[in-house]
């Protein structure tokens, strides 16, 4: 069996080889930090790039990550998969060197290696017929959790929209928290549908700062079950249909549908706890500071590729930094963001009333 480190470096030759014969080059500002993305293979650069549009920006010479990708069957370069066993499930197996400098992650259809010392990711892909959900909505997203989190920014299963503050002019967000089928992605996209800004439905980058904590949006992207969606027939139309049997979500990319309303970053203001009742309107209510951590915590902390210490301690920050609510989720999914606006007049007033 090879070494994760020689899987890279053999993943790494085959990437220049594959992108000599020709490749595109794109920046994006992830998490606050410059990140320039190589592909070779122009169908895979689109899709790639589809989810990340929103944060592109002009090209740096010293970018803090670099993630190389290359497709096999575009380029007649062969996939380095490297051998790591039998794969347990669709999404693959994710492990480390011993020193933690290298990462890797193998799949079905392809494989990903990070060396974390020189901030570079290579990737590769058999194809495109059979990439998974995940891979199309979310580019390098389990490598990229690693790589933040030594950059001070935690990924936290979440969805995170946004509006314009009265008080300071600025934007800033509420926090979408609960385990899957709670109602965050429904929440996400209803708040997107209904004028506010989109940040994320799944998964988002949590930062502390010095003025309290921020959340950065990371994919222009969500995952929406093909029934469900059903519910939402304008995105329905633009929806891109699920490639493998074990998939029952289709993706959705909202650049093409109004790049206006994507945002990169956003204080957080409040933390909202979607839950599906059986009620005619949605509405909003306080929730306990424990309530909250108890909602979040759990997914949050068992989404991170690997184990971190302090991980609990910064959610438990947000949770003691801001309020949190219940947001009941009634039948008619078009009154979500009449409840989230009246959500947000509400912060509004109370920043107002304390003078912030």
Known sequence: MTTIATDYDAASAAFETAFAKGGTTAFYRIAGQPVRVRVAGPMLA??????????????????????????AEECGVPAVMGDRGRLDSPYGNFFMSDDRRYLGMQRATGAYWQDCAAGRIVGCAEGLARRSLDERAR???????????????????AGLVAREDAVSGGMKGVLFVGKSGSGKTTSSIACFRGGLTYLGDDFIGLEQTADGFAGHGLFGSCLVNVEHLKRFPDLNAVSLAPRNDYEDKAVVYMAPIDDMRLA????????????IVDRPDTIYRRATKGQALLTMAPSSVMSLPIMVHGAMDRLAGLVDAVPAYWLELGRDVNDIPHAVNALFDELDANAESAGK
Not at 46 to 71: F, G, K, Q, V, Y
């Open 46 to 71: 689109e899709e790639i790039d589809l989810p990340l549009r929103h944060l592109r920006m002009p090209p740096c010479d010293s970018p803090a990550l670099t993630a190389d990708m290359w497709n």
């Open 264 to 275: 990169a970053s956003v204080p957080i203001a409040a933390i909202v706890m979607p839950r």
């Open 139 to 157: 580019p390098f997203h389990r490598l990229l959790a690693a790589w933040m989190w030594d950059l001070g920014v935690q990924f936290v299963h």
